[in-house]
């Protein structure tokens, strides 16, 4: 019996094949690359909106524990913990009391709400760290660097801050605020129109853009609120207009005073500035917006629903209120007044 070995040619690439596959793979990355990139930053500023909502809930659940008063965006706390209105220590010698205090520590949101993935660490570092969540280069408000016992009660890391027109700082004093105006506390059925006022947004993923120059390192303030008006006799120090004085805007020029974005990526002190506006402070992180003001940003709004749009979009529509509800005296906003 005889048995026929049949001979098979085996083939193998070539160099050129190989090189036109290795070109193909290249050229589909290449495309893949950017579209995965967008994808991921959609993802996060979801992601951001989602914790902002959550936010927004529990402060839906502090209103109605509270009688619809909403909380100060900080306040000076005494040795105990606790604060008045007429009563806070000017020195400060403990930190700050912070509105997201005023929801976490009462179970209303986890502390993890405050923070958004698109912002490095999830958020500003809080003005003294305490023992965690410092950044290189910070100093607390006593010029120290570095793990120490000063704490703010505030979330370790905050991604987002509140319009001044509702959440009013500690000034409920003019010892405080150093002028003829005080903060006042603000009531949610003060609010014209809760579904196109601003309630909270978040910051500039910079966290140095909330700080200062002090001893040596960066001060955050990432305690303040955003201010986002001007007022035409004193700037923008709003303690030091006169008590009956109107005279509260939207800021000047065509801009409202909002600096095009290469100006404010990378820059410092855009929140307690006086020669720079607030809303200059606000993020624009996320995919959209427009050439001058960069990208988009969530704002929250006062009946608690979230959006995605240009911090100029809300300038331009006057989405901030029509009056600065959280200061006493002529406070709307115009003109006319």
């Not at 709004?301 to 749009?309: F, L, N, W």
């Amino acid at each position: 019996m005889e048995f026929q070995v049949t001979r098979r040619k085996l083939y193998a690439f070539t160099l050129i094949e190989l090189l036109v596959v290795i070109a193909i793979i290249a050229l589909l990355i290449s495309i893949l690359l950017p579209a995965l990139s967008q994808a991921r930053k959609l993802g996060q500023a979801t992601k951001c909106g989602t914790n902002l909502h959550s936010v927004g809930q529990a402060m839906a659940a502090y209103l109605t524990e509270n009688a619809g008063v909403f909380p100060p965006s900080y306040v000076y706390p005494d040795q105990n913990g606790d604060w008045g209105m007429n009563t806070q220590p000017a020195s400060n010698p403990y930190g700050y009391i912070h509105w997201s205090y005023f929801l976490f520590s009462k179970g209303q949101a986890p502390e993890e709400s405050f923070q958004c993935p698109t912002i490095p660490n999830g958020g500003h570092p809080r003005t003294n760290p305490g023992s965690t969540g410092w950044e290189e280069g910070q100093s607390d408000q006593n010029g120290q660097s570095g793990p120490n016992p000063l704490q703010d009660r505030q979330a370790i890391r905050m991604a987002y801050t509140g319009n001044a027109a509702i959440f009013p700082r500690n000034k409920f004093t003019t010892a405080l605020s150093g002028g003829e105006r005080v903060n006042v506390l603000v009531n949610e059925s003060a609010i014209h129109d809760q579904g196109r006022t601003v309630l909270a947004t978040e910051f500039n993923k910079n966290w140095r853009s909330t700080g200062i120059d002090s001893g040596g390192g960066v001060l955050v303030k990432s305690h303040r609120p955003v201010n986002p008006f001007w007022h035409i006799g004193s700037g923008s120090n709003e303690y030091a207009a006169g008590y009956d004085t109107p005279g509260f805007t939207y800021g000047d020029g065509p801009n409202y005073g909002l600096e095009p974005l290469g100006a404010v990526t990378n820059a410092t002190a855009l929140i307690d500035n006086p020669g720079i506006s607030e809303v200059n402070s606000v993020g624009r992180h996320h995919p959209g917006g427009d050439p001058y003001s960069g990208g988009t940003v969530n704002f929250l709004y006062a009946d608690m629903h979230v959006e995605k749009k240009s911090v100029l979009q809300t300038l331009q529509k006057h989405e901030w209120g029509n009056r600065y509800y959280a200061i006493d005296g002529a406070n709307k906003v115009g003109p006319p007044w």
